[in-house]
């Protein structure tokens, strides 16, 4: 326990401390991108003085080289210089090609009023003319860096919940694992002692159909524990018939369900092979057919049938039950997730790992309506 909530505290602290310096980042970021945007317009202010030097200096032999050399060295923030009239005079880091097209330049230039507010350049009051720019391409690419940012510490978190959300998974498993074998290993000793008092009993000349009953029984006992011994384990896979394995789960359950539920078995053919391991595919079976007779409350109709395609073996267990809705077809699978008052949740999800897991199959719910019935469809491959 000490443990667990140490790791939780640790979990919390890292991102915690993640977000802290994410947020310092992105502040800085924008800080940096105003002040960035400031300095590119003081330049642009700079400019505009250089300019207006230019226009308003009436004396033909005047050393025009400081405002030229400052016009000139604007050679990454794109502006055009218009009169007062609209009407486009000058332009500076725009495509050469393209501003050959009017359009293109009018383009740019309303762009550039809607970025930045216009800087006046006139010379006593006359002669004004307006400089409007937009950002330079550093500073755009600045504007995506917070973005970029964003994704990366959105990844990150991603990656530690699936780093986390997996240790979790396995533990689960692992502790389902532990229960079953410890389960099994309990469940052996009872055993023994049974079959030896069977012996007795037989020796007593008692009744051999109550012997044979005791014996069914304890079978069913060894059934379930060597069951619960293989899970956390890769069980053997042999060639078998999996219609004489599904009928074998099926009759077991309807002679002892009530009589009220109807059940019925089909198959397209008396011989379907495929890879399985008898006892836990048969605990596959016998959990869908419980949870159908639970569904019906002990009365309804509980259909199985098996049908032999080209390449799959397919089986469907449907009942008139209560149903579920269809949020529920996947969380029905989680280990814990039960709508059963009594339930652990254990059944389907150890049926979708023996499918998925050990028989490489499919197993799902192939509809279900409120009301009316559920559907539960197996695919397994055959050989």
């Given at each position: 326990m000490k443990i667990f909530s140490n790791t939780l505290l640790f979990k919390r602290i890292t991102i915690f401390v993640s977000?802290?310096?994410?947020?310092?980042?992105?502040?800085?970021?924008?800080?940096?991108?105003?002040?960035?945007?400031?300095?590119?317009r003081i330049k642009m202010e700079i400019l505009a003085t250089a300019q207006k030097e230019i226009a308003s200096d009436t004396n033909l032999d005047a050393n025009v080289d400081l405002p030229l050399k400052i016009i000139e060295n604007n050679s990454n923030i794109p502006m055009i210089l218009?009169?007062?009239?609209?009407?486009?005079?000058?332009?500076?880091?725009?495509?050469?090609?393209?501003?050959?097209?009017?359009?293109?330049?009018?383009k740019q230039l309303l762009e550039m009023k809607a970025e930045n507010e216009p800087i006046e350049v006139s010379y006593k009051g006359k002669n004004k003319q307006f400089i409007y720019y937009r950002n330079s391409d550093?500073?755009?690419?600045?504007?995506?860096?917070?973005?970029?940012?964003i994704l990366i510490l959105v990844l990150f978190l991603s990656v530690i919940y699936m780093f986390y959300n997996s240790n979790k998974v396995a533990?689960?498993?692992?502790?389902?694992?532990?229960?079953?074998?410890?389960?099994?290993?309990?469940?052996?000793?009872?055993?023994?002692?049974?079959?030896?008092?069977?012996?007795?009993?037989?020796?007593?000349?008692?009744?051999d159909k109550y012997v044979d009953e005791i014996e069914k029984d304890v079978s069913r006992l060894n059934t379930i524990a060597n069951r619960f011994s293989?899970?956390?384990?890769?069980?053997?896979?042999?060639?078998?018939?999996?219609?004489?394995?599904?009928?074998?789960?099926?009759?077991?359950?309807?002679?002892?369900s009530s009589k009220q539920i109807s059940f019925s078995f089909i198959t397209t053919d008396d011989e379907i092979y495929t890879n399985l391991n008898t006892e836990l595919f048969g605990w596959v079976v016998e959990n869908?057919?419980?949870?159908?007779?639970?569904?019906?409350?002990?009365?309804?109709?509980?259909?199985?049938?098996?049908?032999?395609?080209?390449?799959?073996?397919?089986?469907?267990?449907s009942d008139t039950g209560k149903g579920m809705p269809k949020k529920l077809f996947k969380q029905i699978f989680k280990?814990?997730?039960?709508?059963?008052?009594?339930?652990?949740?254990?059944?389907?999800?150890?049926?979708?790992?023996?499918v998925s897991d050990y028989h490489k199959g499919k197993i799902f719910v192939q509809k279900s309506e409120i009301g009316k019935g559920t559907t539960f469809e197996i695919l397994l491959d055959k050989v």
């Open positions: 977000l802290i310096i994410v947020s310092l980042i992105l502040w800085n970021t924008y800080t940096f991108f105003q002040k960035f945007k400031h300095e590119e218009v009169n007062d009239q609209g009407a486009i005079e000058y332009f500076q880091n725009l495509d050469s090609v393209k501003a050959l097209k009017t359009s293109y330049l009018e550093l500073l755009n690419r600045l504007t995506y860096y917070p973005i970029a940012l533990e689960t498993n692992k502790l389902w694992t532990g229960m079953a074998k410890e389960t099994a290993h309990q469940i052996g000793t009872p055993l023994s002692s049974l079959l030896g008092w069977i012996a007795i009993l037989k020796m007593e000349k008692v009744d293989k899970i956390g384990s890769t069980p053997e896979l042999k060639k078998e018939n999996v219609v004489a394995i599904t009928k074998q789960a099926f009759d077991y359950l309807e002679s002892r869908l057919i419980k949870n159908a007779i639970d569904a019906m409350l002990g009365k309804g109709e509980l259909k199985l049938n098996i049908e032999n395609t080209s390449r799959k073996v397919k089986i469907t267990i280990p814990g997730f039960t709508t059963k008052k009594r339930g652990w949740g254990l059944g389907l999800s150890l049926s979708k790992r023996i």
